[in-house]
């Protein structure tokens, strides 16, 4: 058990619609990250937050949004889903966000868009 | 971001040593190569990184060549648990995008009973 914690594990929706995914980081990380994963583009950075603040943004759409909020828990919210987005979305944490810190990984929420 | 070949799959035999080779020719000075592993229908895992000098952990170790070209996971004796796919992530120690982890194929080991 990593410690970090997603909800829901998995999320069954129709094209055009909206969800939010949500990430409890390991107790006392301050920093989250959200991972993409699918069959054909492999784990795929998406973006990581530092107390509440956007560090660093990776491959992430117009069409999705993140926060970190006060208590340092995380949503990732994907809306005008498409069939594509259908893939396994990960969250990590890391203590503050440095480079070469060790990320712990969630078990992930397996997203299928219908 | 340095670019990584790993070979797509490897297979061993249970009890037995692992070496998993990475090659990161384009790497730079300051990037830390790190491995994490993926089991099926799990998250990435940690298991080792390192700079220049060799490092061990309970985990596995990690052997870095002298011009950090390329790097060797080695798991001195493979279990069925240890199958899964190993990913070689060179990561910039300069802020900026560096702070994200860029995940490649990685290599699926396959570890036989």
């Known amino acids: 058990d990593s410690g970090v914690t997603q909800t829901p594990k998995h999320l069954i929706t129709a094209t055009g619609q909206r969800v939010t995914l949500r990430c409890s980081p390991r107790s006392g990380d301050l920093s989250v990250y959200w991972y993409q994963q699918s069959l054909d583009q492999g784990l795929q950075f998406l973006i990581q937050?530092?107390?509440?603040?956007?560090?660093a943004k990776g491959n992430i759409l117009e069409r999705f949004s993140a926060q970190q909020f006060p208590d340092l828990h995380s949503e990732l919210n994907l809306s005008s889903l498409e069939l594509g987005d259908s893939a396994l979305y990960f969250c990590a944490s890391s203590g503050s966000g440095q480079p070469n810190e060790k990320l712990f990984f969630g078990s992930g929420t397996q997203l299928s868009v219908l | 971001d340095a670019k990584t070949t790993q070979p797509n799959s490897m297979e061993s035999n249970e009890e037995e040593p692992v070496h998993l080779p990475c090659n990161h020719s384009?790497?730079?000075?300051?990037?830390?190569i790190h491995w994490y592993r993926q089991l099926p229908s799990q998250g990435p895992e940690y298991v080792i990184h390192?700079?220049?000098s060799n490092v061990n952990n309970r985990m596995a170790s990690l052997a870095i060549a002298e011009d950090r070209k390329s790097s060797t996971l080695i798991l001195h004796r493979a279990t069925l648990r240890d199958a899964a796919v190993y990913y070689c992530?060179?990561?910039?120690?300069?802020?900026?995008?560096?702070?994200?982890?860029?995940f490649g194929k990685g290599t699926l080991l396959t570890v036989n009973p």
């Open positions: 937050y530092y107390n509440g603040e956007e560090r």
């Open positions: 384009t790497i730079s000075g300051t990037d830390y």
């Open positions: 992530i060179p990561q910039g120690n300069s802020g900026g995008s560096n702070y994200k982890l860029t």
């Open positions: 390192g700079l220049t």
